[in-house]
Every structure is written in C-alpha cells, then in structure tokens.
C-alpha cells in the first residue's frame, strides 16, 4: 500500500498552487506588487529634503517599504483572504481531506515568501533607477537583509494565519484588518522619521514587530552613522531578531491552536 | 463489523436539542440514505460523523476510529473517506484537471484524474476555469473531488441539486459504479425518487431522533399498504382503497363489460410515506 504524502510534501505542492491562483488575479497582482513602488514614487516626489547628512527621505522611505510590505503582503493579505476562503466552503472541504493544516500554513508561506521577493525586486529596480536610491554594499549588512526578510515574512504569515480568526466574514475581514495594518504603518515610523513621534506612540509600536522590521531595515539601507538618531542610540539588532521569533512563536500557536476552517 | 455504527448520539446547541438519540449501524457497500426536513438534526449528525463536529453524548465508530479522538490516526482515516459537503465555490482560478490533480496528491491511493472526470461526466471541461463552469458542472466537480480518493465511506450530502434529470441519471449511474466497487456511501438528499433509486436503507430522522430504518420499498408499511383503486363512472371519478385491487379491478371488468374508464391502481410513494411520517412526529417545530 503507498503511503499518503508527507506534510512538507504536501506544503509545496500547495505553494505551488496558491501561487499559480495567485497569478491568474491580474488586478491584485499588479496592485500587490507595484504598491510600494507607487508609494515610494508618491513620497519621494512629495518630501525632497535629506533627514540626515547623506540620508534621503527615499532612501529612508525604502527601509519602511520594504518592512510594511511584509505586513500588507502576509498579514494584511492572510487576514483578509483566508475568511473569503472560509466562507466559500473552501476551507471546510480542505479539512475533510487527509492533507494536514501544517500542509496550508506552509503553502501561504511559500505564496507569501515568493511575493515579497518579487515586490522587493520590483522596489529596488525603481528606487535604483527613478530615486536615487542607494544600495548597501557590506556583505554583513545583506545578511542582516536577508534574515530580516525571512524571518520578517514568516512571522507575517503566522500572525497573517492567527488574526484569520478574528474577521466574522469574508466580506468585512477588511474593515477590520485594514486600519490595524495603516495606523501601524504610521506609529512605526513608515512614513514619517520614527524618532519625530510622540513617545507614547513609538512605546506602543515598540510592542508589535512592525517598528521592529523598520527599524531592522534602517539598519541595512541608513548609513550607520544614524544609528545615533534611533531611540536606543543602536539597531538593536539583536532585540530585533528576539522580538520576531517572539511574535512568531504567537502566531504559530494560534494558528495551530484556533484555526477556524468553518464558519461556525 | 460495520462501517459505520452510531449508539446513543446526541448533540444541543444551547437549548436546542439538534439530535437527541440516534443509532445507526451501516454495514460494508451499502448505500445509506438519511432523509428528513431542513432542522430534523440530518445535516448535525453527518458532519458529526466526519469530524467535523463534536458530539454531547453517544458512541461512534466510522471504518473503526472514533472521529472525535482520531489524534494521529487523523490523516490516515481521512484518506480512507470522502466528502462531498453542500457547497463549495472556492479556486474560481484554477482549472477543473488542475484542481482534480491537486487533490488526487492528497491520498495514499488515488483513483485516475482523467477517469474521475470522465465518471463525473466533465470531461468536454477539463481546461475550463472554475468560476466559469454552471452551477450543475461545479457540483459535478465536487464529486470528483470526493472520490479522487478511492474511499471506503463516501459522504454524500445532496449531492444532486441543481442537476438537470439527465445529469441526476447519470450521476446515478455513477453511484450505482461506486456501489460495484465496493464504496460504502451514506447519502443525504431531498429528493425521494434518488434515495429510491439508489438507497438498499433509508433512514427518516425528525426532531433529532430517528423515525424509521428500512429499505425504500418497505418504509412506513408501503408493501403492505393498501392501492387505491380509481376509475371514471361517468360524470364522477370514484375511487376505492383496497388490500386485493386485482380482484376491485375485475369486478369493474365485468361491470363496464370490458375497458375500465380512466382506470388506475396506485401505492403511496415513498413521498407519501415519508411526508405523513415526518408530518406524524412533528410535535415541536424547530
């Protein structure tokens, strides 16, 4: 007798699949991707002045691109999709296959991962070309980069996942996710220099891994001569790195532990 | 043993008892139909039985597991069953094979992708995007996706509405397959002429508990129950309830001295039976 397909297995075949759905959606798609490159155009046009000696407001606008689309693509994206997916039936016929929910969850990493990496691209080859942008050039600073990314996109979809479980549908899954995610983006220093904030703003951002993704990013497109500007006086890489496993941790235990497949 | 066996099941939400005592032993390859009103408990005691809820009271046993403590054991019975739930509209994206292939890598011994197609009668659609097939094709494809599988215990739960008569026959013919193959299915429907072309036992269910258990033939004392005899005399149609009708309709024979005038001998349908049954029990409405 064969044996049935291994969890992971099973994971990247569904990958495959919400990607290839994901495609087929050309509106979201171009909308999806080319967001932040809309906004960078907008905000690089619209604030022509240097924050720092040698620091553009694009360039510092590029380290909060990046961090918030990790937000909009994982968990703005899986907060709103899933309940839509809910509601049609779709989950509940998923459950009562032998493919397990770690199967799923792995398949939205892979969509979410892939996504990040394609909008990314699409940032860095319009910030090089139209803003001036600036890449760093330290191989250290491309690790930082690259572990933020993962990490970043990981802990994204799993609170992306978890959160699923708070929309009652699909059709009002975006009015509830959707001013979580800007009023997040401006606490955490997206749009404006994270330091100008009042306090009480940038202490209640410091809770959630947003500030700390922008933050993260600073470190890898900011000269490090900036660092003195940043709350701590530091990156605080490290407490970065501790505080996106902590939220990951959180949303793999509700994701694992609440998960609705059901409406009811 | 059975594959399916219900003791003593019983499940409230609040103050509504949905189901409030049902047994049920379904033996190997037989076609099961559970038949009862919209709130009878029906839909409550099959999702139930495959997992997907849990359950105030009462032991279950589906191909010899427990659903509500399958722990580990979890995929593995589930690759042995078959769902085919209400309604689905998801992956509108996806093409009919693309989403039959998808599932087929699921199971531990999957049936062929094209000919699940073709049994399920879209194999003119195979390239056609979900969202474009009609109500009938997508519910065709929700079999499909049901039997990829090969299970043992197919959950059906009506799985012909909105089928036109000619897709309901042949979706019939594709059960009665099934039933060659050895499948056990437990069937949901509203619609008495399938549960009577397909089901060896119905099941009535009302008000959470089970009415009746017997073959669609026999169901509420039909065999036995009386014709009803009735003809034309004249201006006037007459009728005449009857143990022996042969014996009515030779009487009139030889009364009208040949043919009978609009001469009928009926039994009551399964639709009469299980509509005075559920009509009979109906002591709450839900």
Request: proline share 4%; charged share 25%; glycine share 12%.
């Given at each position: 007798m064969n044996k049935i397909p291994s969890a992971l297995n099973l994971g990247i075949r569904r990958g495959r699949l919400e990607i290839r759905q994901f495609a087929r959606q050309r509106e979201s798609v171009v909308f999806t991707l080319l967001f932040p490159v809309i906004l960078l155009a907008i905000f690089g046009s619209v604030f022509k002045d240097t924050i720092a000696p040698g620091v553009t407001f694009s360039q510092y606008f590029v380290a909060g691109m990046i961090a918030s689309g990790l937000v909009n693509t994982g968990f703005q994206a899986l907060a709103i999709t899933i309940p839509m997916e809910r509601d049609v039936g779709g989950l509940k016929r998923l459950r009562g296959t032998p493919m397990p929910a770690s199967s799923y969850f792995i398949g939205k990493a892979i969509l979410i991962a892939v996504t990040m990496i394609i909008q990314i691209a699409l940032l860095f080859g319009f910030g090089l070309l139209f803003f001036g942008v600036e890449m760093p050039t330290e191989l250290s600073k491309w690790i930082t980069f690259t572990w933020l990314v993962l990490l970043g996109s990981a802990c994204s979809t799993a609170l992306g996942i978890a959160f699923s479980i708070v929309p009652k549908s699909g059709r009002g899954a975006s009015a509830v996710v959707s001013p979580i995610v800007i009023i997040l983006q401006f606490f955490s220093g997206v749009f404006f220099v994270f330091t100008q904030l009042p306090t009480w703003m940038q202490q209640l951002a410091a809770i959630f891994p947003l500030k700390w993704l922008t933050q993260g990013m600073r470190s890898v497109f900011l000269p490090d001569s900036f660092a003195a500007q940043e709350v701590a006086k530091s990156w605080e890489t490290g407490r970065t790195f501790l505080i996106l496993i902590f939220w990951l941790v959180i949303g793999i235990f509700f994701s694992v532990r609440k998960f609705k497949w059901d409406r009811d | 043993m059975n594959v399916i066996e219900v003791k003593g099941l019983k499940k409230s939400y609040g103050q509504v008892h949905a189901v409030r005592g049902v047994d049920l032993s379904i033996p190997a390859g037989e076609?099961?139909?559970?038949?009862?009103?919209?709130?009878?408990?029906?839909?409550?005691?099959?999702?139930?039985?495959?997992?997907?809820?849990?359950?105030?009271?009462?032991?279950?046993?589906?191909l010899g597991f427990d659903p509500q403590t399958l722990g580990h054991a979890a995929r593995q019975w589930r690759d042995r069953i078959g769902i085919v739930l209400q309604s689905a509209a998801d992956a509108g994206d996806l093409t009919v094979v693309e989403t039959v292939e998808h599932f087929r890598g699921y199971y531990s011994k999957p049936r062929n992708t094209d000919e699940v197609i073709a049994a399920v009668g879209l194999e003119g659609k195979t390239g056609a995007l979900i969202r474009n097939l009609s109500?009938?094709?997508?519910?065709?494809?929700?079999?499909?996706?049901?039997?990829?599988?090969?299970?043992?215990?197919?959950?059906?739960?009506?799985?012909?509405?909105?089928?036109?008569?000619?897709?309901?026959?042949?979706?019939?013919?594709?059960?009665?397959?099934?039933?060659?193959?050895?499948?056990?299915?437990?069937?949901?429907?509203?619609?008495?002429?399938?549960?009577?072309?397909?089901?060896?036992?119905?099941?009535?269910?009302?008000?959470?508990?089970?009415?009746?258990?017997?073959?669609?033939?026999?169901?509420?004392?039909?065999?036995?129950?009386?014709?009803?005899?009735?003809?034309?005399?004249?201006?006037?149609?007459?009728?005449?309830?009857?143990?022996?009708?042969?014996?009515?309709?030779?009487?009139?024979?030889?009364?009208?001295?040949?043919?009978i005038p609009e001469l009928s001998v009926t039994r009551p349908s399964l639709e009469d039976i299980y509509l005075k049954m559920i009509g009979g029990v109906h002591e709450q409405d839900s």
């Open positions: - | 076609i099961f139909a559970l038949l009862g009103p919209n709130g009878a408990g029906k839909t409550t005691t099959v999702e139930i039985l495959e997992g997907f809820r849990s359950r105030d009271a009462g032991q279950i046993s589906i109500g009938g094709q997508r519910r065709r494809l929700d079999v499909a996706l049901g039997i990829i599988g090969s299970p043992e215990l197919l959950f059906l739960d009506e799985p012909t509405t909105g089928f036109d008569p000619e897709a309901r026959r042949a979706f019939w013919a594709l059960i009665e397959q099934l039933r060659g193959d050895g499948t056990t299915i437990l069937l949901t429907t509203h619609y008495l002429d399938e549960a009577e072309a397909l089901a060896d036992r119905v099941a009535v269910i009302n008000n959470g508990l089970i009415v009746e258990v017997s073959t669609p033939a026999e169901l509420g004392g039909r065999a036995t129950s009386k014709a009803l005899v009735s003809w034309r005399d004249g201006s006037q149609v007459k009728s005449e309830e009857s143990d022996n009708p042969t014996s009515v309709v030779t009487r009139l024979t030889t009364q009208f001295g040949g043919e």
